[in-house]
């Protein structure tokens, strides 16, 4: 065995330690965020480390701490950097992922560390000039709804990079086209349990100019990794 083969089987390991199989929350998340250290340093992706053939299609719906379009919308995007899908409870927060066990848990990870770093971004714009200039003239909750917009904007734009460069080396790697074939039984099994539901892409909604740039600003500017408050560095170095 190489050692290319030990880091896999270390990953393997380090996402087999999930709530379903005898692991706290607290344990799992760590598990979780060395095996996307891993995966980022040694550049291995869900395809290298096995078919999928063996693991079972789940649901797991998240709760936003915010009703908002552009955040749904946002969580769609991340769920097409790791191979899944969405659909969102109307009246509500819950946001629901669909797709492979692993790949649904790496895609609620890398939601709640893209929340956090915007609840941050959101309170550190709260105290800006920008922001007290707006509220003279338009109400706060469509300045931050501008904020928010332009934020989320940013990051699925990054996302969209990420995918297009992974696709890339997959394909370069492989000389074929297999990560496709995931994404198709991906979709296809999220239309036969789903058929009334559609799917999304972010498309930024009109806003307050200002509060839409300076969140596009916040966010090119943000280490995701930051939203988490620990040193480490997961896969999510990839969205700087």
Do not use: W
Not at 197 to 223: C, D, I
């Amino acid at each position: 065995m190489n050692d290319i083969d030990k880091i896999k089987g270390r990953i393997k390991a380090l996402l087999s330690r999930t709530v379903d199989r005898g692991a706290s929350e607290n344990e799992a998340r760590i598990a979780l965020e060395k095996a996307n250290k891993l995966m980022t340093e040694y550049q291995i992706t869900q395809h290298d480390l096995k078919t999928y053939s063996d693991d079972k299609i789940e649901e797991k719906t998240i709760e936003l701490n915010r009703q908002s379009v552009y955040m749904r919308s946002l969580v769609a995007s991340i769920c097409t950097c790791f191979d899944c899908e969405s659909y969102y409870t109307s009246g509500t927060k819950k946001v629901t992922i669909f797709g492979y066990k692993t790949d649904v848990d790496i895609t609620k990870y890398m939601a709640d560390v893209v929340f956090t770093a915007l609840e941050n971004e959101i309170n550190k714009y709260k105290r800006s000039e920008d922001f007290e200039c707006l509220i003279m003239y338009h109400a706060p909750r469509t300045v931050i709804n501008g904020f928010i917009n332009g934020f989320c904007y940013r990051i699925s734009q990054k996302i969209k990079e990420l995918v297009a460069k992974k696709t890339q080396e997959i394909e370069t790697t492989t000389g074929t086209s297999l990560i496709c074939l995931k994404n198709q039984m991906i979709k296809k099994s999220f239309e036969a349990q789903h058929p009334n539901l559609g799917h999304s892409n972010y498309t930024p909604a009109p806003s307050l100019k200002s509060a839409f740039e300076a969140g596009v600003e916040s966010a090119r500017n943000t280490s995701i990794n930051r939203g988490i408050g620990q040193k480490n560095t997961v896969q999510t170095k990839l969205l700087k």
